[in-house]
């Protein structure tokens, strides 16, 4: 008995100390997850909800073990990016612990809300908004399309941040932007270039992309009225869809660095090309170009399609031959490719070799070869051709670029609107060198100098960045920490309810209070005021909502007819108990007439029957979960028993 008594000790202890989603779980998803599982998100489903999450536990918890998710396809270690989505092992185990508990929810009431996210932009209200329109796809297979879009600036302004939000994306392959201060003819079916020899081409979005947030004092220059040229390039299938893609920008009119954006590897230098992949082989490509000049790069874009198998791209340093590495995509996924921003920017002397190299599957055992055979396939711009092209943001070298604070946004893991007891974690970039001082209501704090800030409290937070002798400042990230509302009972006259009486119990009051009462755990049903005139015995709680949650100590109460469990007289039975539905109450012999009632725990009569001499069935089948009342009254009213029963 004493083993048995252990080993239910500790099964107990285990489930109460169980993680669950509201608890542990929840921050973990909002934090990395729901900018894309949305409604509205680019994700194909929303995990938004415990329901959500809980219903597809199994298959998360296998993705994220495996590193399929949250996607990011760089190899870890081989080079630092900002805001990496790779969730460290204790969340993995975390979850994974959730998973095998049986994804307990903890109680729902407590959980943290969802993030909310700006509709359609990620940049909330950006400076500059141009759309293509509602266009329709006019023909099938690989469509190339050029849409001439004026800037209207009336001068010159410097493009902070570029975001591409695809209008139908199971159609959009990829977006090419480019400006053009000219009145050159834009080719609208070229491909690969605009067909005006003035266009610059400054950035790129391929699905997975998000927006790119130039460092300070950077930009991309936008000339006044210049136009914004998108090229789209819309895959097979896409015959009569129509898509609205647009483009939007954060601009300063402060002159700024202008960054400059190219695809310096590519075909023209590949060392073993042409890039041909003959049918059921898998094939490795190089491609290497020496620069003149001395650059700083921002960030590295590889791009191939379906056959892509892996991507690699480094540098070679002159003279020393020290290796720079830039990227390792071990495993290429079409479906998630991006802007690679390096945390600090890549001093890249003059006679240093950009190297790349890439393999690619066309065999049938490549689960995204789209051609069943295999067929050989060639370098072209359609779905179904390859490409290896691996593009560069860059800047003319100046003196401490080795210094440039390449971003100095909050990211917030989170909401940053939630109730008291709660946190948020906000993040900002992490790198070499960096040194942090947080914020708050412009007002440092003390101790707070990591990357990262786990806030409990309302206020406008930034962060103060310094490298080497550069220094800035975030925008500020206002969080709002909604206070829990009171929940306390008042202490009552007394806490012994005399028989046939009630006890008045109050709760403590507050403008937009909700309140509900429970006894022994079970809510009663109607008892939704500050009073509750408690003839019951047992445990009393009481839970208040505004917005926010608070469930107040518990309050013990004894006597009360309540009490009158078994009543005066003995012999009667009640089975089973607790119940699912058909209840039958046993009656002892020679007790005449009498009325068997079923209340619930506010007195409201849930059934009534006259019996006489023989036994009650009563059938519960319909009623919610909770604590109910069964009692055998004499035809005079009298309680000659009571007995409460759990309905499951």
């Known amino acids: 008995m004493k083993n048995l008594f252990l080993f239910l000790f500790h099964v107990i202890a285990g489930i109460s100390n169980a993680q669950t989603w509201s608890d542990d779980v929840a921050k973990i998803i909002y934090g990395n997850c729901t900018s894309c599982h949305r409604p509205g998100g680019i994700a194909p489903f929303s995990l938004t909800t415990y329901d959500e999450v809980s219903s597809m536990a199994a298959w998360i918890g296998q993705t994220i073990e495996q590193g399929d998710m949250p996607p990011w396809t760089p190899e870890p270690g081989y080079t630092n990016f900002v805001h990496e989505r790779v969730l460290p092992d204790s969340d993995i185990q975390t979850f994974q612990n959730w998973v095998d508990a049986g994804t307990p929810s903890g109680d729902l009431r407590f959980a943290p809300p969802a993030p909310s996210y700006p509709s359609g932009s990620i940049l909330g209200t950006p400076d500059l908004s141009l759309s293509i329109g509602n266009h329709t796809v006019a023909s099938d297979g690989d469509v190339y399309r050029n849409f001439v879009l004026p800037s209207g600036l009336a001068q010159a302004n410097y493009a902070n941040a570029i975001e591409v939000v695809p209008g139908n994306a199971s159609i959009v392959h990829h977006v090419l932007v480019f400006i053009d201060s000219t009145n050159n003819t834009v080719n609208p079916g070229s491909v690969g270039g605009t067909g005006s020899a003035a266009s610059q081409f400054i950035y790129s979005w391929t699905p997975g992309a998000g927006p790119y947030f130039t460092p300070v004092g950077t930009g991309f220059r936008l000339a006044a009225n210049t136009r914004v040229i998108l090229q789209i390039h819309y895959g097979p299938g896409s015959l009569g869809q129509i898509d609205n893609t647009q483009i939007n920008f954060k601009l300063s009119p402060t002159p700024q660095r202008k960054i400059y954006a190219n695809a310096l590897l590519n075909n023209t230098n590949m060392t073993n090309g042409p890039l041909v992949i003959p049918n059921d082989q898998i094939r490795t490509f190089n491609q290497q170009l020496t620069i003149n000049g001395n650059w700083t790069a921002l960030y590295v874009f590889p791009h191939m ?182 929940a306390s009972i008042n202490t009552p006259v007394t806490t012994d309810i005399p028989v046939g009486g009630t006890v008045l119990l109050e709760a403590v009051t507050g403008a937009g209070y909700n309140y509900q009462w429970y006894l022994n755990g079970f809510a009663i049903t109607g008892a939704n005021s500050a009073t509750y005139d408690a003839p019951y015995n047992g445990v009393y709680t009481l839970e208040v909502f505004d917005g926010c949650y608070a469930v107040s100590d518990p309050l013990t109460m004894t006597g009360g007819v309540a009490g009158m469990d078994e009543g005066s007289m003995g012999g009667f039975q009640i089975f089973p108990n607790p119940s699912e539905s058909m209840v039958e109450v046993v009656i002892p012999g020679g007790i005449g007439e009498t009325l068997v009632t079923c209340n619930d725990l506010s007195g409201k009569v849930i059934s009534e029957q006259v019996f006489k001499g023989q036994n009650a069935r009563i059938d519960m089948s319909g009623l919610s979960q909770g604590v109910y009342l069964i009692s055998v009254k004499k035809p005079s009213g009298e309680i000659i028993w009571r007995k409460r029963i759990l309905k499951n």
């Not at 190297?355 to 055979?373: G, H, L, Q, W």
């Not at 711009?381 to 100046?398: H, R």
């Not at 210094?403 to 909050?410: E, P, T």
């Not at 007891?421 to 707070?448: F, H």
């Open 305 to 486: 399609h379906m056959l892509g198998k892996s991507i690699r791209s480094w540098a070679n340093l002159p003279v020393s031959n020290d290796t720079i590495r830039f990227i390792n995509i071990p495993n290429w996924d079409f479906h998630w490719q991006g802007n690679y921003v390096f945390p600090n920017a890549v001093l890249i002397p003059s006679g240093t070799t950009l190297k790349s190299e890439a393999v690619y599957d066309n065999t049938s055992s490549n689960p995204n070869n789209p051609s069943s055979p295999p067929q050989t396939v060639t370098l072209g711009e359609g779905t179904y051709d390859e490409m290896m092209l691996v593009f560069f943001a860059y800047l003319p070298y100046q003196a401490n670029d080795q210094y440039l604070i390449i971003d100095k946004r909050i990211i917030s893991k989170g909401a940053t609107t939630f109730c008291e007891g709660r946190s948020v974690v906000l993040e900002t970039i992490k790198g070499t060198g960096y040194t942090y001082q947080w914020l708050k209501d412009g007002v440092e704090i003390a101790g707070a100098t990591s990357f990262e800030l786990e806030v409990l409290e309302s206020g406008a937070y930034t962060v103060s960045i310094t490298l080497g002798p550069n220094n800035a400042v975030s925008d500020p990230v206002q969080v709002v920490v909604n206070p829990r509302p009171t």
